[in-house]
């Protein structure tokens, strides 16, 4: 692995387990939001070997994330259509699916 | 800019454009942070101006809150020894805190006066960083600046009033 990738995998991990530490004492709320933001971070890492699928995932990751600081009923209803996106995009990976099986 | 103009219209900003910030410009942003009120003038305040990417991004690892990609960030430190020798234990328990809070306010307006974003961050981890910035003992981060210009600029949350802002007392029974 080159050094610039090591590195920013560690950006990533670190996040990871400084926020594992930070949220014992931080709100509730902000650790669905640290998960989906490693998400992004996770896909973003991939660089180039991020799916056009996976890109958009991160896209939309972006787009409604920081509604954790706004609005919670906002934010359930951004995490509850992200998880049906995903299952959609799984849905589209799979043969046996899209063959109605 | 008028100050009305710069206390309602900064956000709070988490993306960033990869444009450099000066130096002069982070000077300038630091000098609004000193003139800053401090509690028994104690002025204990430390402020560490991190423009190096390698050391913002190890930074980033330890700060959850760090979001986005800042070419500046800015450590708001307390030197609480300072704060303890000088204001007590209030002096080292809360003073230490609310200045660093009142040095961060004027740095931010003085960032949107010049055209800047910047996003105040509690989330870290305050050893870690202190170990990246080398502070020495008895200095800690207390707060981290993201300083850079606005990618996205988000809309303004509600501002509650009602309940909030009171008169004379809180409870009229």
Do not use: K
């Given at each position: 692995m080159r050094l610039e990738r090591e590195r920013a995998?560690?950006?990533?991990?670190?996040?990871?387990?400084?926020?594992?530490?930070?949220l014992l004492d931080e709100t509730p709320m902000y650790g669905p939001f640290r998960l989906v933001d490693a998400v992004s971070r996770l896909v973003d890492w991939t660089g180039e070997d991020a799916s056009p699928r996976l890109r958009g995932l991160r896209e939309r990751i972006e787009a409604g994330k920081t509604s954790v600081m706004t609005d919670a009923a906002e934010f359930r209803a951004f995490l509850d259509e992200l998880v049906f996106a995903i299952v959609e995009m799984m849905d589209e990976l799979s043969p046996d699916v899209r063959q109605g099986r | 800019m008028e100050l009305r103009d710069a206390i309602l219209g900064r956000r709070s900003i988490r993306a960033?454009?990869?444009?450099?910030?000066?130096?002069?410009?982070?000077?300038?942003?630091?000098?609004?942070?000193?003139?800053?009120?401090?509690?028994?003038?104690?002025?204990?305040w430390r402020f560490v101006i991190v423009t190096d990417p390698n050391?913002?991004?190890?930074?980033?690892?330890?700060?959850?809150?760090?979001?986005?990609?800042?070419?500046?960030?800015?450590?708001?430190?307390?030197?609480l020894a300072?704060?303890?020798?000088?204001?007590?234990?209030?002096?080292?328990?809360?003073?230490?805190?609310?200045?660093?809070?009142?040095?961060?306010?004027?740095?931010?307006?003085?960032?949107?006066?010049?055209?800047?974003?910047?996003?105040?961050?509690?989330?870290?981890?305050?050893?870690?960083?202190?170990?990246?910035?080398?502070?020495?003992?008895?200095?800690?981060?207390?707060?981290?600046?993201?300083?850079?210009?606005?990618a996205t600029v988000p809309p303004p949350p509600v501002r509650q009033r009602d309940g909030v802002v009171l008169y004379e007392v809180q409870d009229e029974a």
């Open positions: 995998l560690f950006e990533l991990v670190g996040y990871m387990v400084t926020s594992a530490r930070n | 960033f454009l990869p444009e450099p910030v000066d130096r002069p410009t982070l000077d300038r942003l630091v000098e609004a942070a000193l003139w800053a009120p401090s509690g028994g003038n104690a002025q204990t050391r913002i991004g190890r930074l980033r690892a330890v700060s959850p809150g760090l979001l986005g990609d800042p070419p500046a960030v800015i450590a708001v430190c307390q030197d300072a704060s303890r020798r000088l204001g007590s234990t209030l002096g080292e328990t809360f003073l230490a805190i609310a200045d660093a809070a009142m040095a961060a306010e004027n740095l931010i307006l003085a960032a949107y006066d010049e055209g800047l974003g910047t996003c105040v961050i509690a989330s870290f981890h305050r050893g870690a960083v202190g170990r990246i910035l080398r502070l020495r003992e008895g200095v800690d981060a207390l707060l981290l600046i993201s300083v850079g210009r606005p």
